[in-house]
T-cell receptor
Framework: AQRVTQPEKLLSVFKGAPVELKCNYS??????LFWYVQYSRQRLQLLLR??SRESIKGFTADLNKGETSFHLKKPFAQEEDSAMYYC???????????????FGTGTRLKVLA | GAGVSQSPSNKVTEKGKDVELRCDPI?????LYWYRQSLGQGLEFLIY????????KSGLPSDRFSAERTGGSVSTLTIQRTQQEDSAVYLC??????????????FGPGTRLTVL
């Protein structure tokens, strides 16, 4: 089955501590992976995508095809990083031939002062 | 340019009434998505439109839910005979080209639906 799993609903870390938001996926093919973020009272927006190999706001994500994971990491968390984070994948479904865009259930990150 | 817009921003209705939620995607975006966001449930896919192709309705939770996209632009999500469990934030998103694996979705501000 195609799915994106974010095992933690809530993750609390202290300011300055490293943070890792976990994302595992199950997909019959080679999907593209994304992280989206929703800050309080703001729209859901793209944070970063695997294909760009970029670091946004100090966050990076490495695709591990062997472990089918795309964990989001930041070495030193800041209070302004507190938000809801969603992992997502996109790709063509080999069985149906249709295009799929699948989101995980999200992880709420709280960075404590 | 203008982003994705949704109306109304808030809707309070009584159980059993029908509601219509509107989404205006970014001009030129061929793909349009509807999601439902509720506490503890994350982001739930509802329906996806791409150009003139038949929509992917696989996420609609019941036959009380339907959506249309007129002229490849504006979309309306209709919920008939609303139930209290329909209370949630309904999000619309659009993207420039579908079928390209790395396309980004642009989200609207959402419509908060409360069913009393």
């Amino acid at each position: 089955a195609q799915r994106v799993t974010q095992p933690e609903k809530l993750l609390s870390v202290f300011k300055g501590a490293p943070v890792e938001l976990k994302c595992n996926y199950s997909y019959s093919g080679s999907p593209e992976l994304f992280w989206y973020v929703q800050y309080s009272r703001q729209r859901l927006q793209l944070l970063l995508r695997h294909i760009s190999r970029e670091s946004i706001k100090g966050f990076t994500a490495d695709l591990n095809k062997g472990e089918t994971s795309f964990h989001l990491k930041k070495p030193f968390a800041q209070e302004e990083d507190s938000a809801m984070y969603y992992c997502a994948l996109s790709g063509s479904d080999f069985l149906s031939g249709t295009y799929k865009y699948i989101f995980g259930t999200g992880t709420r990150l709280k960075v404590l002062a | 340019g203008a982003g994705v817009s949704q109306s109304p921003s808030n809707k309070v209705t009584e159980k059993g009434k029908d509601v219509e939620l509107r989404c205006d995607p970014i001009s030129g975006h061929t793909a349009l998505y509807w999601y439902r966001q509720s506490l503890g449930q994350g982001l739930e896919f509802l329906i996806y439109f791409q150009g003139n192709s038949a929509p992917d309705k696989s996420g609609l939770p019941s036959d009380r839910f339907s959506a249309e996209r007129t002229g490849g632009s504006v979309s309306t999500l209709t919920i008939q005979r609303t139930q209290q469990e329909d209370s949630a934030v309904y999000l619309c998103a659009s993207s420039l080209v579908s079928g390209v694996f790395y396309n980004e979705q642009f989200f609207g501000p959402g419509t908060r639906l409360t069913v009393l």
